[in-house]
């Protein structure tokens, strides 16, 4: 290595000693300002004197033009340099004439500062009702939004939704067997065969029907004649369902109906 290329080390290599220990003097400078209000309250007074003294009432008009809410919100916490809450910063933007002129404004504050921290994660929320910049807290983690809570419907919902999956997976398809019994289908297929309307066939079954058991539905003769109608009569093993005796439903599996 020649001597130049010596030279040029020696000078990257205290350049780099100063960048880190400046950098080390700029943290422990936030961390300070974080934890001591008086010291944010100077560094405001400070601020707040040098932007009268220097700013002409045109500049003061113009520090928050053209921006939007939220970036007036990260603008009005640079500009003040200590935590603020959002009726504080409502005051500062109504000191440049930049207040919304809404029913509620500050209900416009939280919602811009909510967005800032959403979009750009540079402001946090530092107690119940005051934000500051991320930049004052460098060891404070982003807090994780909480995941919203399912509400009863939901579960219930998902619940079925996941029965229902685990019952195709075996094979099953549940549901209620058809109402419309066997001895009722020679004589809705003759009435259907003779043109009568559902309603005839469905009072011709009702009628027919022992007192004290419960009638075939209207939708059951509509199911009966659509299938009969479309070459897809009710399979033979169907008749297993009326076969096989009553169980209680404590004690007994899911009624399982034949998809054909």
């Keep these: 290595m020649t001597k130049k290329q010596l030279n040029i080390l020696e000078i990257?290599?205290?350049?780099?000693?100063?960048?880190?220990?400046?950098?080390?003097?700029?943290?422990?400078?936030?961390?300070?300002?974080?934890?001591?209000?008086?010291i944010a309250v100077e560094t405001q007074n400070?601020?707040?004197?040098?932007?009268?003294?220097?700013a002409?009432?045109?500049?003061?008009?113009?520090?928050?033009?053209?921006?939007?809410?939220?970036?007036?919100?990260?603008?009005?916490?640079?500009?003040?340099?200590?935590?603020?809450?959002?009726?504080?910063?409502?005051?500062?933007?109504?000191?440049?004439?930049?207040?919304?002129?809404?029913?509620?404004?500050?209900?416009?504050?939280?919602?811009?500062?909510?967005?800032?921290?959403?979009?750009?994660?540079?402001?946090?929320?530092?107690?119940?009702?005051?934000?500051?910049?991320?930049?004052?807290?460098?060891?404070?983690?982003?807090?994780?939004?909480q995941k919203a809570v399912k509400t009863q419907q939901q579960v219930h919902v998902s619940r079925t939704v996941e029965g229902i999956k685990q019952a195709k997976q075996k094979g099953r398809h549940h549901g209620a067997p058809p109402r419309l019994r066997p001895e009722h289908w020679e004589l809705a297929t003759q009435l259907i065969k003779e043109g009568a309307s559902l309603r005839e066939i469905h009072r011709q079954i009702?009628?027919?029907?022992?007192?004290?058991?419960?009638?075939?539905?209207?939708?059951s003769v509509h199911h009966y004649k659509d299938r009969f109608l479309n070459a897809d009569p009710y399979p033979e093993n169907w008749k297993v369902f009326f076969e096989s005796p009553q169980q209680s439903d404590a004690d007994?599996?899911?009624?399982?109906?034949?998809?054909?």
């Design 206 to 219: 009702v009628q027919m029907t022992p007192a004290g058991e419960k009638p075939a539905s209207y939708q």
């Design 46 to 54: 400070l601020l707040e004197a040098q932007i009268s003294s220097s």
């Design 56 to 145: 002409t009432p045109d500049d003061a008009e113009q520090i928050f033009s053209g921006l939007t809410q939220a970036e007036m919100a990260y603008k009005a916490l640079l500009i003040i340099g200590r935590p603020l809450s959002a009726p504080e910063i409502l005051d500062v933007w109504s000191k440049h004439d930049c207040a919304p002129d809404s029913v509620n404004p500050l209900t416009q504050v939280q919602t811009a500062l909510r967005q800032r921290a959403k979009k750009h994660d540079d402001v946090m929320k530092v107690s119940d009702d005051k934000w500051g910049l991320r930049a004052w807290y460098p060891g404070e983690e982003k807090k994780e939004p």
């Design 12 to 38: 990257y290599l205290q350049l780099a000693q100063k960048r880190d220990q400046t950098k080390r003097d700029l943290e422990a400078l936030e961390a300070a300002l974080s934890k001591f209000d008086l």
């Design 252 to 260: 007994s599996e899911p009624r399982i109906r034949v998809i054909k």
